[in-house]
């Protein structure tokens, strides 16, 4: 089975940096997924990790620590527009590829 | 262009009714996945599929159906004993490697 955790909802100001993270506890680990969910819209990919360390993307970079059961978003440099849902999601291998998703960490930017 | 494509974006349907979502990819993926979302919650799994002709339950399988007959197409049937269907529905694809790629999402409304 999976267990994956993350904040309901954080407020960050604009040109700030904000951190969402996810903790996870999953059997057959194959990867982590951050996309973003604006209202009403399908999700849109941020970033994949399979292993440990930073990966950076422009203003968006994700940290994975597999040995923790542990990842996070990072956001600098924040915009009005990154107001929106992120959403966590781990790859479980049990021999099927089952991606399961957190319930999402809704992110307000205020000016 | 290559995608995935999920029909129609919006439906609805008499209580009692099976209904059958649409999800086409030309991506090649393996592996296809029906999500299940309600307003400002997280994505929950439904079915999904990593072969034709096989698929395994998610968390919420009970009162959908689905069938994986080619590659290419992932329908869901939400049928009448699912006791509350009203919600947004997400179909994604993803090769062994990479991000999963989302539909545009049907909204199911039941009258």
């Known amino acids: 089975g999976q267990n994956i955790d993350q904040p309901t909802e954080m407020t960050a100001t604009e040109g700030a940096i904000v951190q969402i993270n996810c903790t996870y506890q999953?059997?057959?680990?194959?990867?982590l997924f951050w996309y973003q969910q604006h209202a009403g819209e399908a999700p849109t990919f941020l970033s994949y990790n399979v292993l440990d360390g930073l990966e950076e993307k422009g203003r968006f970079s994700s940290f994975l620590s597999r040995s923790k059961g542990y990842s996070y978003l990072l956001l600098k440099e924040l915009q009005m527009k990154d107001s929106a849902s992120y959403l966590c999601?781990?790859?479980?291998?049990?021999?099927?590829?089952?991606?399961?998703f957190g319930t999402g960490t809704r992110l307000l930017v205020s000016p | 262009d290559g995608g995935i494509t999920q029909s129609p974006k919006y439906l609805f349907r008499k209580e009692g009714q099976n209904v059958t979502l649409s999800c086409e990819q030309n991506?090649?993926?393996?592996?296809m996945y029906w999500y299940r979302q309600d307003p400002g919650q997280g994505l929950r799994l439904i079915y999904y599929?990593?072969?034709?002709?096989?698929?395994q339950k998610g968390d919420i399988a009970e009162g959908y159906s689905v069938s994986r007959e080619k590659k290419e197409s992932f329908p869901l049937t939400v049928t009448s004993a699912q006791k509350n269907p009203t919600a947004f529905y997400l179909c994604a694809s993803k090769d062994s490697f990479g991000e999963a790629f989302f539909g545009q999402g049907t909204r199911l409304t039941v009258v």
């Open positions: 991506l090649n993926h393996d592996a």
């Open positions: 999953t059997s057959g680990f194959n990867g």
């Open positions: 599929s990593q072969i034709v002709n096989d698929f």
């Open positions: 999601a781990v790859v479980e291998n049990t021999g099927f590829q089952k991606l399961v």
